[in-house]
């Protein structure tokens, strides 16, 4: 009973907090079996290839310090680090090395970093809750670890790895030769220094009031990275003014659509009242291509016709046009 709570207080949270990263991604949602298969790299690979590496290291530090202190301070500050976070960051490089035309914004980092992190963090706080809680100290340690690795430090792994996909998306967006290679590595370092200082933090303080502190410290983080999201999601509200306006000169799509679409919650309160007259699927669709056209043809402005982005933003025009007739703004 007590492994299947765990399993179930590891994954459901995590599924959860995966759902509110997706709704996020404002105007350009990223592939639901894309998003899955980073969240599978994160349980499965990351998390499986870092409890190995993680626990052979430590073997090694002990044989070699005879300190279980010093094991337990190398290992979380040091080694977990650094395994951890380029183990997750391996999803991310991966989405950016073969799905490149599904990585096209700062948001689209954060996004891929943040459902990694989230798998990595499902099973490891399953296993925490079951091996450092109901198994050391029964029902009270099971919840009490609930409660630690669900609400006070649920962000963390996400928070961490988010700089990883920052630093990837920096690289993408980037026309700069240096930058393309210096981006990705100062994101992964950053998410290493950020996770090993949390980690030193927890380690060198005990009782209530390190507890205290610590979440302190961890929510002012992630505080920060949500007004830097929304900061994101403004932004890439702006390209689609930006980039649309065309199209209603043109005749495609109208204004009142195109405002719908601009604003961060229009495209959600046009698909909830369709579903009255029974074209969800149809406005749905609508106003995920204008998101789409629009951060394609931000690409191409950045980077010309690299992968077919004339032939893309050609495809999804000949789309919009065709289902703009259905939608009402």
């Known amino acids: 009973m007590a492994l299947i709570g765990a399993i179930f207080f590891g994954f459901v949270p995590a599924f959860l907090f995966a759902a509110f990263l997706y ?58 680090p650094i395994v951890e976070e380029t183990l997750k960051g391996l999803a991310v490089f991966i989405v950016f090395l073969f799905f490149r035309k599904e990585f096209d914004s700062i948001l689209d980092g954060v996004i891929y970093a943040g459902i990694v992190a989230l798998g990595f963090a499902a ?4 296993f925490y809750i079951y091996d450092r809680g109901y198994a050391a100290s029964g029902w009270g340690g099971f919840w009490f670890l609930v409660f630690v690795r669900v609400i006070l430090v649920g962000w963390q792994h996400p928070f961490y790895t988010a700089f990883t996909g920052i630093g990837f998306a920096v690289a993408r967006m980037s026309k700069n030769t240096l930058a393309k290679f210096l981006a990705p590595l100062a994101g992964l370092v950053t998410a290493m220094l950020t996770h090993s200082f949390h980690n030193t933090l927890a380690s060198l303080t005990r009782g209530i009031g390190g507890l205290v502190a610590g979440t302190f410290i961890d929510w002012t983080g992630w505080l920060v990275m949500l007004i830097f999201i929304i900061w994101m999601i ?23 659509q195109l405002r719908t679409a601009a604003s961060p919650f229009g495209a959600s309160i046009a698909s909830l009242g369709a579903l009255t ?21 931000e690409q191409f402005s950045l980077h010309g016709d690299e992968g077919g982005n004339t032939v893309i933003i050609e495809k999804l025009r000949q789309e919009m046009t065709m289902l703009s007739s259905q939608v009402s703004a």
């Open 23 to 80: 709704w996020l991604d404002r105007y350009e949602k990223e592939p639901l079996p894309l998003l899955g298969a980073v969240f599978g790299w994160g349980f499965i690979v990351a998390a499986g290839g870092a409890f190995i590496v993680n626990t052979v290291l430590g073997i090694g530090v002990y044989m070699f310090t005879g300190s279980e202190v010093a094991t337990d301070l190398t290992t979380g500050s040091l080694i977990a």
């Open 123 to 126: 099973t490891e706080n399953a």
């Open 234 to 256: 403004r932004r890439e509200g702006k390209l689609l003014p930006k980039h649309l306006q065309e199209e209603v000169a043109a005749g495609h799509i109208t204004h009142a």
């Open 277 to 297: 007259n029974g074209k969800y699927r149809v406005t749905t669709r609508f106003y995920q291509v204008l998101g789409e056209l629009a951060h394609k043809k």
